[in-house]
């Protein structure tokens, strides 16, 4: 049954029917040019990496607001166009009266006056699910007015403000925002400069918040001790099914008590760990408490220093008893033995789908049992990108792959392949797309 609890409450289109204008030289992009009929689209207005005049803005406020439209104007996706507090005042009075659902306005330099100008979009909005500030050099002074709107709407879906530097202050509004938000489901906030004791806050919305299901806080700076406030929050939050942690210096101190919420979280379906200081010791605390886990689907352990040694607890802990379906271990320093250990734990393991052992220094004799474990797994993805596997290696591969029709994809740059070899994988893979696309479209 479709959740009607917070639906957008719908206003009156004028009866004149029209159609939109061409803004900009053709930048209103609609959604039937990607296959979908007119009749079921929205209307966009894209613009990419150009400098907007006050000429295209004058069009842009009065193809927003032209209710005579037939689709009228839903979505407003602006990037890197320079577009200033002044620009951004413009435009948001004109989306205030309009029936905005998607506002992206991302590396615009908005400043504060434009993000006070949002927000009074979002504080009269009824239509608005997503709204998207990454890039534009905010503060926390410049958020605070927009975080209160934030908190009070019924309708926002998704809140991009990744890429700003918030620091502690805006952490706090952050989480304020969230604890108080009923409707907000993915929250990006990469590269925020939260700290540990930003990452204090934002720990207790994660508890406090019962409809978050994604949350990014990649590149954060938090720490062994940030990551333990993140780990506090994870333990009581009982709906979040995605994670991004990504380079935020954890260390294993910082893995061991995350891998503690992790266990008595039921509900998260994909971790991101990249990037994170974690060595073979981590590693165990990690697969000693994801063993039988009943949700965690995707982990990502990529440029982290695995090694043998913790591919080889991989395989002694997870073996048999993982739900995962896609497991990244890019560049983790693996070599030849960790491959082997991978390749013997993928052959118990037939759920996983997707599996990254890009920049390893597996040898051609590793491959051998990649091989073998391929044929009889039921993988789709798979990248040995940058390996030093050699022309037989690569043959071994291609008929794995060859005997397995579920894989769909197969990267092998960087290694010894010759061009005979290369020729063929994307001649098969390039089939095998056009025959699940056939198999789809029946």
């Given at each position: 049954m479709a959740d009607t609890a917070n639906a957008p409450v719908a206003r009156k289109r004028s009866s004149a029917a029209g159609r939109p204008s061409i803004v900009a030289g053709a930048l209103i992009r609609r959604k039937h040019e990607t296959g979908l009929d007119d009749n079921d689209s929205d209307s966009k207005i894209e613009i990419a990496?150009?400098?907007?005049?006050?000429?295209?803005?004058?069009?842009?406020?009065?193809?927003?607001?032209?209710?005579?439209?037939?689709?009228?104007?839903?979505?407003?996706?602006?990037?890197?166009?320079?577009?200033?507090?002044?620009?951004?005042?413009?435009?948001?009075?004109?989306?205030?009266?309009?029936?905005?659902?998607?506002?992206?306005?991302?590396?615009?330099?908005?400043?504060?006056?434009?993000?006070?100008?949002?927000?009074?979009?979002?504080?009269?909005?009824?239509?608005?699910?997503?709204?998207?500030?990454?890039?534009?050099?905010?503060?926390?002074?410049?958020?605070?007015?927009?975080?209160?709107?934030?908190?009070?709407?019924?309708?926002?879906?998704?809140?991009?403000?990744?890429?700003?530097?918030?620091?502690?202050?805006?952490?706090?509004y952050i989480a304020a925002a969230l604890s108080r938000n009923a409707s907000i489901t993915n929250a990006q906030l990469w590269k925020c400069g939260f700290g540990p004791?930003?990452?204090?806050?934002?720990?207790?919305?994660?508890?406090?918040?019962?409809?978050?299901?994604?949350?990014?806080?990649?590149?954060?700076?938090?720490?062994?001790?940030?990551?333990?406030?993140?780990?506090?929050?994870?333990?009581?939050?009982?709906?979040?099914?995605?994670?991004?942690?990504?380079?935020?210096?954890?260390?294993?101190?910082?893995?061991?008590?995350?891998?503690?919420?992790?266990?008595?979280?039921?509900?998260?379906?994909s971790l991101d760990l990249r990037s994170n200081q974690i060595t073979q010791q981590g590693v165990e605390d990690l697969v000693k408490s994801v063993k039988g886990h009943p949700s965690l689907k995707e982990l990502s352990l990529a440029n982290?220093?695995?090694?043998?040694?913790?591919?080889?607890?991989?395989?002694?802990?997870?073996?048999?008893?993982?739900?995962?379906?896609?497991?990244?271990?890019?560049?983790?320093?693996?070599?030849?033995?960790?491959a082997v250990s991978i390749a013997e734990w993928l052959t118990h393991n037939p759920r996983l789908l997707s599996l990254n052992l890009a920049m390893n220094n597996i040898d051609t004799t590793a491959v051998k049992h990649l091989g073998t474990a391929i044929e009889n797994s039921n993988i789709e993805f798979l990248d040995l990108v940058m390996n030093n596997i050699n022309a037989d290696g690569a043959e071994g591969i291609l008929s794995a792959v060859e005997a397995n029709p579920s894989v769909q994809y197969l990267s092998l740059q960087g290694n010894t392949v010759n061009r005979m070899t290369q020729k063929k994988v994307v001649a098969l893979l390039q089939e095998r797309k056009k025959s699940k696309k056939d198999r789809e479209a029946a």
């Open positions: 990496w150009k400098f907007i005049d006050t000429d295209v803005i004058d069009k842009i406020c009065e193809a927003v607001s032209n209710t005579n439209l037939d689709p009228l104007i839903t979505v407003v996706d602006l990037t890197d166009n320079k577009l200033g507090p002044q620009g951004m005042q413009r435009i948001a009075a004109t989306m205030e009266h309009a029936y905005i659902t998607d506002c992206a306005v991302r590396f615009n330099e908005v400043g504060r006056d434009g993000a006070d100008a949002l927000a009074q979009v979002v504080e009269g909005s009824q239509t608005l699910t997503s709204l998207d500030l990454r890039g534009n050099k905010l503060d926390a002074l410049s958020v605070k007015k927009l975080m209160r709107a934030v908190g009070d709407s019924q309708t926002l879906r998704t809140l991009g403000m990744g890429a700003n530097d918030l620091g502690f202050d805006g952490a706090a004791d930003g990452a204090e806050h934002i720990s207790a919305a994660l508890s406090h918040n019962h409809h978050i299901v994604n949350m990014d806080l990649w590149s954060n700076r938090l720490g062994v001790q940030g990551t333990c406030h993140i780990a506090k929050g994870l333990k009581h939050n009982k709906v979040l099914t995605k994670l991004s942690l990504g380079e935020n210096r954890m260390g294993d101190a910082g893995l061991a008590e995350l891998a503690k919420a992790v266990k008595a979280n039921h509900t998260l379906q982290n220093n695995v090694g043998p040694e913790g591919a080889a607890l991989i395989q002694q802990h997870l073996q048999g008893s993982s739900a995962l379906t896609a497991l990244d271990l890019w560049n983790c320093k693996l070599q030849s033995a960790g």
